[in-house]
């Protein structure tokens, strides 16, 4: 090598292969792009590790409530009015009797506190509830009286009794005492009124629309006039009770007892 050349700066000098057996590259590697399902799995752990710290329990989900404000809605209501002119489905209730327990047309009709005798006087059964239908909407079988008795028993025999005196079991424990389904009055009565009580109450007695639906308020109904039949002819126990002379008192002085 001459003296006079000089060796050039390694800092500034490209890195050039010394093997003479390998071809001098002076360009970086070629990029290989990404596959696409690789793309999808590195996208799909992002989301999965984003949606992990943004996690949001059942109980704090963003939700509306009934009757609660909102400034969501112009009116401020959460709650929205059905469109008028629409009905639910399911509570068209275009049959009025059975829904009602009315006579169609029975808004027409006077009520019975308007309703009076030639003579002056009040009218009694049927009379006293004109509005009121007095046949069943629909057939009454095994099946209805079994359902009838059943729903009785859950929420009417705690008032009126087992059998309909009206001596349940909490009328026994102090509370008002309920009407006889035996009296004249109620077996005179048309089953609209009984289904009129029911649904909208009567003294006391709460409405039961809430918890017992048309048909089984029927079924109670029906069960109710097979009450009546098989106590027909039979005296009020409690009137009974009453009226019976009360036994004398054994007389302990001697020790001894009758």
């Not at 992990?52 to 009934?66: G, L, V």
């Amino acid at each position: 090598m001459n003296e006079e050349q000089k060796i050039p700066n390694a800092e500034n000098s490209p890195r050039v292969s010394m093997s003479p057996c390998l071809p001098v590259s002076l360009s970086p590697r070629p990029r290989v792009p990404a596959s696409p399902s690789l793309r999808i799995l590195l996208f799909a752990l992002i989301c999965l590790a984003f949606g992990a710290s943004c996690r949001t329990d059942m109980q704090d989900q963003p939700k509306m409530k009934p009757y609660r404000s909102s400034r969501f809605y112009g009116d401020g209501l959460s709650m929205r009015q059905p469109i008028e002119g629409t009905v639910a489905r399911g509570f068209l209730r275009a049959d009025t009797e059975f829904f009602t327990g009315k006579k169609r047309g029975a808004a027409t009709q006077p009520t019975a506190q308007t309703v009076t005798t030639t003579a002056g006087q009040t009218p009694q059964g049927a009379a006293a509830y004109p509005d009121d239908i007095e046949t069943f909407p629909f057939a009454v079988d095994d099946k209805v009286l079994a359902r009838g008795k059943e729903r009785y028993e859950i929420f009417c025999s705690a008032c009126h009794g087992l059998t309909g005196y009206g001596d349940g079991m909490i009328v026994r424990r102090g509370f008002r005492r309920a009407a006889s389904f035996h009296d004249d009055r109620l077996r005179q009565a048309p089953v609209g009124h009984y289904f009129d009580a029911i649904t909208n109450g009567w003294g006391v007695m709460p409405s039961y629309a809430p918890q017992i639906d048309p048909r089984d308020r029927w079924a109670i109904i029906a069960y109710v006039r097979a009450l009546q039949l098989s106590q027909e002819g039979r005296q009020n126990p409690t009137a009974a009770a009453s009226a019976s002379p009360t036994p004398a008192a054994p007389n302990t002085a001697s020790g001894e007892h009758k």
